[in-house]
C-alpha cells in the first residue's frame, strides 16, 4: 500500500485544509504514515513571510536529498497552480525537489495528478467513493479530524480585501463562502463525534455571506452555531476578522451566545492612519477604537489580541510612535506581532526605496513588543488564584506516575497541570497557581483532581 504524510506550516487554515487532504489521500487509498517512511510527502505551505517559506524549501530539500524517491506534493499559499512538473511551467518547478503542485482548492484533482507517479497504486477506490464529482467542491470534503475536541470548520476562502503587503488575495483568490446550511451540518456532524470547541476559519470571517448569496451575515452564522449548544458544544471562536465588517449585529450576537469566548482576535496591523492608508487597510483607527469600545461596553471580561507589522516600508519614527501610544492605550492582551518582510508580486515589495534598516526594524520590534507585555502581563496576573475552566489539548508523560496537560481557557490563557490522566479533549476546572509570562501553572481543585486520578489512585479512594 502507497504511503503518505502531511507536515503543515503556518496557520490554523492551513491545518485545517490538511486535514480535509488527508480525507482524500484515504479514500484514494494511501497510508498515513511518519514523513522519514513516506512514499509521497505533501507540504502544506503558508506564504506569509519569507522565513514561512524558507523553512518549506528547507524542508523539502532534506527529505528529497534523504530519499530521492519520494514524491514530493506542494500545496497551501505558495502554489498558485494545479500540475506536475512534466506539464507546469510554473516557476515553483524551478525548486528540484517539487514533483506535484496542487492548489488547496483542487485537493480533489490531486489523485489523479498522482497516477503517473504511482504507476502500481490502484486508485479505484477513490473513483468509486467520489467517482460521481461529488467532493469537486473542496468544502464538501469530509476532514479527517485530528482532535475531535476542537475543531476547526472554514466558512470561507480568499480575501477581496487586496492589503499591500499580503500575498493571500493572489494565492487563495477572491473570497467565496460556503452555504450557511453546508458550515451547520458539517457543524453538527462534528458536535454529535464529540467537538466542544469549533473555531469558524477564514480569511475574512465576518464578510461572510450565505453561499454567494445576498447580505453578508456573519451574526447570523454565529447564533446559528451558538444553537449546537444544547447538543454539548461549549465555545465557538472565529478567526480572521477585519474590522471593516466588525459590524454592530457582531457584536449583538456575541454578546447573546452561550458558547461565546471571551476573547477577540482583530487584527489591526498598525497605529498610524497613515501607515494603515499605506497598507490599504480601509479603516482609522478611530473606527477600530470604537469598535473595541462598543465590544468591551457589551462584554466586559474580553481580551483582546491584534496582528501587528512592524517596519512597513515608510514607517517613520513619528507613525511608529503613535503605533506604540495606540497599544499603551488599548493594553492588548496579545499581539501577533511581525517585523515586515517583502512579499513577491505585491506593492509593498515594490516600495524599495521606503524600505527601513533590519536593525531598526528590529529595534521597533522590541520596543513595541515591551510595551505590549508590561500590560499583557498585568491582565493576566489578575487571574491568579482563579478557577477556571480549560480546554485540554496536550498530555504528556510527566514523573510519579502523572500527566502534564496544557489547554486554554476560554480567555484563551494557556495553562499546565499535572493530572493522574491524561486529559487531551477534557474540559477540566484548574486553579490558576502561578503566571510566567503568557503562561499560568495551575492545580485541579480537590474534587475535579479526584474526578481524574490515576486508575490505581481511583482503587485506593474506593476501598
Ligand atoms: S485582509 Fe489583507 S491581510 Fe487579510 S488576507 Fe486579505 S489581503 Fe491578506
Redesign the pocket.
Given at each position: 500500500m502507497s504511503t503518505y504524510a502531511i507536515r503543515t506550516f503556518g496557520c490554523q487554515m492551513n491545518h485545517s485544509d490538511s486535514e480535509r487532504v488527508s480525507q482524500v489521500m484515504q479514500k484514494a487509498g494511501f497510508k498515513l504514515t511518519e514523513e522519514d517512511l513516506a512514499d509521497l510527502l505533501i507540504v502544506n505551505t503558508c506564504s506569509v513571510r519569507q522565513k514561512a517559506e524558507d523553512k518549506a524549501y528547507g524542508f523539502m530539500t532534506k527529505h528529497k536529498r534523504a530519499n530521492k524517491n519520494v514524491k514530493i506534493a506542494i500545496t497551501g499559499c505558495m502554489v498558485r497552480q494545479t500540475g506536475d512538473r512534466e506539464n507546469s511551467r510554473d516557476p515553483l518547478f524551478s525548486f528540484d525537489s517539487i514533483d506535484i503542485a496542487f492548489r488547496i482548492e483542487d485537493t480533489a484533482r490531486m489523485p489523479k495528478l498522482l497516477e503517473r507517479h504511482f504507476r502500481e497504486h490502484d486508485f479505484s477506490q477513490f473513483e468509486e467513493a467520489f467517482g460521481d464529482g461529488s467532493i469537486e467542491n473542496y468544502f464538501n470534503i469530509v476532514p479527517k479530524v485530528e482532535n475531535k475536541a476542537q475543531v476547526f470548520v472554514p466558512i470561507m476562502q480568499g480575501?477581496d480585501?487586496?492589503?499591500t503587503y499580503?500575498i493571500?488575495?493572489f494565492t487563495r483568490g477572491r473570497e467565496i463562502s460556503r452555504p450557511l446550511e453546508d458550515v451547520l451540518a458539517e457543524c453538527k456532524v462534528l458536535v454529535e463525534a464529540g467537538a466542544k470547541e469549533i473555531t469558524l476559519l477564514g480569511?475574512?470571517v465576518n464578510s461572510y455571506k450565505d453561499g454567494e448569496k445576498g447580505e453578508k451575515c456573519f451574526a447570523k452564522l454565529l447564533l446559528e452555531v451558538d444553537k449546537l449548544h444544547v447538543m454539548g458544544l461549549s465555545r465557538t471562536r472565529f478567526t480572521?476578522a477585519?474590522p471593516q465588517d466588525f459590524t454592530d449585529d457582531v457584536i449583538d450576537a456575541l454578546a447573546h451566545m452561550k458558547t461565546r469566548c471571551p476573547y477577540i482576535h482583530l487584527p489591526v496591523q498598525h497605529g498610524s492612519n497613515q501607515t494603515l492608508r499605506a497598507m490599504n487597510r480601509n479603516y482609522t483607527i478611530d473606527k477600530y477604537n470604537d469598535i473595541i469600545a462598543k465590544i468591551r461596553t457589551a462584554m466586559p471580561d474580553t481580551t483582546l489580541a491584534t496582528d501587528i507589522i512592524v517596519g512597513f516600508p515608510g514607517e517613520t519614527e513619528e507613525q511608529f510612535q503613535e503605533l506604540c501610544d495606540f497599544a499603551d492605550e488599548l493594553k492588548l492582551d496579545f499581539s501577533y506581532t511581525a517585523i515586515f518582510s517583502p512579499r513577491k508580486h505585491t506593492p509593498a515589495a515594490r516600495m524599495e526605496k521606503e524600505f527601513i534598516d533590519m536593525e531598526e526594524k528590529k529595534s521597533r520590534f522590541h520596543r513595541f513588543d515591551e510595551i505590549v507585555k508590561k500590560h499583557a502581563f498585568a491582565q493576566r496576573a489578575k487571574f491568579v488564584g482563579k478557577e477556571v475552566e480549560v480546554l485540554v489539548e496536550k498530555s504528556e508523560v510527566a514523573e510519579n506516575g502523572l500527566y502534564r496537560n496544557a489547554g486554554r481557557t476560554r480567555e484563551f490563557f494557556e495553562v499546565w497541570f499535572l493530572a493522574g490522566r491524561p486529559l487531551k479533549g477534557k474540559e477540566v476546572m484548574v486553579t490558576l497557581d502561578e503566571q510566567k509570562g503568557y503562561v499560568f501553572s495551575g492545580t485541579m481543585p480537590e474534587v475535579e483532581a479526584q474526578k481524574y486520578a490515576a486508575p490505581a489512585l481511583l482503587k485506593v479512594l474506593a476501598v
Open positions: 480575501c480585501k487586496f492589503c499580503c493571500v488575495p480569511q475574512n480572521s477585519h
